[in-house]
Each structure stands twice: as C-alpha cells, then as structure tokens.
C-alpha cells in the first residue's frame, strides 16, 4: 500500500487544499516500522548517517529560526527534511524484500498514469479530474490554452515530472526500459510540459558530459539538431496544435526562448540561478527555515533580475537549492552526496540518463519532500545493495573458494 500512494501522490479521498496527499507518508511510516528489520540490516549506513543528518539539521534549524511562533509555511519546509528519511527507508526496504511485487506495482501504475491521459487529450480532459479534488476543474482551461492535461497531477508540469520519476522507478526495479520511454513520451506529447522537456534536456546534457564516456562526442549534434527543427518548424511537419511545436517554433526563432518568455520555465530556470546566487552571496551560510528571511528578498530579487517573469513568494523555487539556501554549507554536503550516490555506479545508461533528469526535476519547482526524491533514493540503493550481493560478495566468495583448492595454505589465511 506505501508503494502504491507513493505511484498517486495526488490523488486525493477526504478533500484536502493541498497538492501533496498524506496517504503515501502514512503507510510508509507503517512499512518502515513493519520492515525495520531488513531496514536496520541491510539499508548502507552512509545513506542512513545522510538522511538522519537531513532530518536533524531542519529539526534544529526548524526551532532556531520558527519558534515560538511557526508558520503553516514554514511546518511545510520542515517536510523538506523528514520526508526524505521516510520514503527512502520505506521504499528501500520494500524494493529490496519484495522486487516482483513492487515491478508490478510501477509497471500497473505506470499504464494507468498513461492511460488517463491520452483519455483526457483525445476523449475527455476532465476524465478521472475529480481525484485531484479541486485541481481538476482547470482541465478544461488548460485544453483550451493549448497546454497539456493534468493526468492525475494537479497541473501539467507536475504529471509530466511524475512520469519522467516513473519512468527512472520503471528501469530501476524491473529494467521496462519500453514502458520508461512511453512515460517519457508522455511526459512530452501528452502532459506538453516545457519544464519536464527541460530537465530532459538538461538531464542528457549532465549525462554526456560527465557519464558519457565516448558518447559525450554526440554533444556535436546540437547544432545539427537546431537546425532539424528549424527544419520541421518551417516545413510545417507537426501539429500546430501541439504545445511542443509551438515551443520547438519559438526556440527555433528565439533559442533563449524558454529562458525569457515561457512562463513555467521562466519561473524554474530563474529559480535555479537566483537560487543559487542567493546561496553563494550568503557564502553558503544557513538561513534558516522562517518564511520572512526568503519573502523579504522577494522585491530586490526581482528588481535585480529584470528577465524574471516571476518568483515565488513561498521560497526558492527549487527542490534542492531551498535545502541548501536554509541550511548553508551543511546542506550542500549532505544533499551533495546524496545526489552523488543517486548517479552514479548504476547499472546502465538509461538508468544513468533518467536519474540525471530525477535530479533536475529536484532542481526545478519540485520539492524533494514529496515521495519520488525518497522513492528514486531508495530504489537506487536497493538496485546497489542487490548487485553487491550478486556480484560483490558472490565473486569474493568463489574467489575464495578457487584460492583455497589451489594453494591450500592461502586459502586458510585468506577465510
């Protein structure tokens, strides 16, 4: 049941004026306390000792700065930190002790997310709306704006950076590589999300350049790619009505386009760099966790930033930066090496590339308290401790064995 809420985070059943419902959070805390044994055994300590750290330093910085007073927002920051434990642990556990089960659980939730949004582009845009609750009554609006369906997300951008998590959980657990691009697929033609299309973008660009190898030479391509779709913009190859083909035509003719003038990227790319400029003009020192630190520098951030179409008043609009911005120096180090374990030592390059994206769907407007940053944590640890069983241990083992029956004496040191 915790894994299945983690696939529907949205999905709501007692109204609630809230994205994020609490089901998932709930039975992961029953799953982590069923399942604390294979946790306590076989969860890697670093990734505990990480997670532990995150959940004390927002505790402690939560009564620093918010106490005696705290505000409904800054309870919500405090998420940032506790949720990442929670799922994590939860999702490790569960991945690791029942892989078929949860294989099938992502693959079904997957079909289900796909299905109800070609229903809602080709048949019915509010089809299966009213399980997001009141979110859903902008189905219609968005059809007729030109951008994508809510799926079972509240607002495009988040149904197309679910299915880019899905997607990484699809290839991580049961290798569906087919079912990952279908969600991504989705992500793209279905939700219409420029911001899921740019942490695409951005995750193959990381991709190549630092886990590429030999193929970081395909980076040559960009500049024929541009030209590609100049090529099918002016060629009048693709739907008009299609939201890609109008972002393809502006980036065509204006390829700062979605920098300076799409208002969903406008307001997530200029949060990675204010954000990131706010933390290195503090010289990465802790902000704390109040509400009136980041809503004071609102003003004169966007009165610096004259291309910021807008910036949100609730804080540093970027899951991971806000963690770092409130908790300084200790926040890069842990977040560091938790985003480090995430990317690398995976076991093929589409799961590296997707992971790559996960990240900078975290670093964009989504916040890492939700369940796919834990989710994605865990299933990468549980895919880690899984091959070192297979393959660590396994080989050290017949290594042994092979000593031992050829040079009796080694053998005997070597146990």
Request: aromatic share 14%; net charge neutral; hydrophobic share 55%.
């Amino acid at each position: 049941m915790a894994l299945l809420f983690c696939m529907f985070p949205y999905t709501q059943i007692i109204p609630l004026e809230s994205y994020n419902q609490p089901y998932a959070a709930v039975f992961s805390a029953a799953a982590l306390l069923a399942m604390w044994p294979v946790i306590s055994a076989r969860f890697p300590f670093p990734d505990a000792v990480a997670l532990g750290a995150l959940a004390v330093l927002g505790l402690f910085a939560f009564a620093a700065t918010c106490f005696p007073s705290p505000k409904p927002q800054e309870v919500k920051y405090l998420l940032i930190y506790l949720s990442p434990i929670l799922f994590a642990m939860a999702g490790f556990a569960t991945i690791h002790s029942f892989p078929a089960l949860a294989d099938k659980v992502i693959t079904l939730s997957a079909f289900i997310w796909v299905l109800v949004g070609i229903v809602q582009a080709t048949v019915a845009p509010d089809f299966a709306t009213q399980l997001v609750g009141e979110f859903g009554d902008a189905a219609d609006d968005l059809i007729d704006s030109g951008r994508g369906v809510l799926g079972l997300a509240p607002e495009p951008t988040h149904f197309g950076f679910h299915m880019i998590i899905m997607a990484a959980l699809l290839v991580l657990v049961g290798g569906r590589n087919v079912m990952a691009l279908v969600c991504i697929a989705t992500a793209v033609l279905i939700a219409r999300s420029s911001s899921a299309l740019l942490a695409l973008i951005l995750g193959a660009l990381i991709y190549f350049l630092i886990f590429g190898g030999r193929a970081r030479l395909a980076l040559v391509l960009i500049i024929p790619l541009y030209y590609l779709v100049g090529l099918l913009v002016d060629g009048g190859m693709l739907p008009a009505e299609w939201r890609i083909t109008r972002l393809m035509t502006e980036f065509w003719y204006d390829p700062f386009y979605l920098l300076t003038s799409d208002a969903s990227a406008n307001a997530r790319l200029g949060g990675i760099y204010v954000g990131a400029k706010e933390i290195v003009s503090n010289y990465f020192f802790p902000a704390g966790l109040s509400h009136e630190t980041w809503f004071a520098r609102v003003g004169p951030i966007m009165s610096e930033n004259g291309w910021l179409i807008f910036i949100s008043l609730t804080g540093i609009p970027s899951g991971i930066l806000i963690a770092i911005y409130q908790l300084g120096i200790f926040g890069l180090l842990i977040l560091g090496f938790m985003l480090w374990r995430m990317m690398t030592r995976l076991r093929s390059h589409i799961e590296t590339l997707l992971v790559c994206s996960v990240v900078f769907v975290f670093f964009s407007q989504y916040m890492i308290s939700t369940p796919g940053f834990g989710l994605i944590y865990g299933a990468v640890l549980a895919r880690k401790v899984a091959a070192g069983e297979r393959l660590g241990w396994g080989r050290r083992m017949r290594g042994r064995r092979k000593l031992a029956e050829n040079y009796p004496q080694a053998g005997m040191q070597a146990g």
